[in-house]
Nanobody, 116 residues
Framework: QVQLVESGGGLVQAGGSLRLSCEASRSTFMINTMGWYRQAPGKQREMVATISSGGTTNYADSVKGRFTISRDNGKNTVYLQMNSLKPEDTAVYYC??????????WGQGTQVTVSS
C-alpha cells in the first residue's frame, strides 16, 4: 500500500499564496498521472489539477491561471502552487493517482483556510 503525505496547508488571507506538497512512499506510484483534489465542508471531493508522468497538466476552471501543479519524480513528490487564493478555495486538499484502479487509499490531507 502506498502512503501519501500531504503538507503545506495553513491559514492565509485572500490574495495570498501557499505551496502544497504530496510525497508518495513508493517511487513506482509516481509513474501514474497524479492529481490534487479538495473537499470543502458539506461538499463532494473535486479534482483541482492533474499532471501526467510526462508533465502534461490539466486544471479545473475555478483555479486556472491561479494554481500550478508540478512534480519531482526523483523525490516522489507532487506540488501545488496556489496564488491569488480566494475564500472559496478553503478545503482539505489531497493528492492521489487519477486512475481509481491505481489508488490504495487517501492520505490525511492538508487543510487550507482562506480568510476574506
Amino acid at each position: 500500500q502506498v502512503q501519501l503525505v500531504e503538507s503545506g496547508g495553513g491559514l492565509v488571507q485572500a490574495g495570498g499564496s501557499l505551496r502544497l506538497s504530496c510525497e508518495a512512499s513508493r517511487s513506482t506510484f509516481m509513474i501514474n498521472t497524479m492529481g490534487w483534489y479538495r473537499q470543502a465542508p458539506g461538499k463532494q471531493r473535486e479534482m483541482v489539477a492533474t499532471i501526467s508522468s510526462g508533465g502534461t497538466t490539466n486544471y479545473a476552471d475555478s483555479v486556472k491561471g491561479r494554481f500550478t501543479i508540478s512534480r519531482d519524480n526523483g523525490k516522489n513528490t507532487v506540488y501545488l502552487q496556489m496564488n491569488s487564493l480566494k475564500p472559496e478555495d478553503t478545503a482539505v486538499y489531497y493528492c492521489n493517482a487519477v486512475r481509481v484502479a491505481f489508488r490504495t487509499g487517501w492520505g490525511q490531507g492538508t487543510q487550507v483556510t482562506v480568510s476574506s
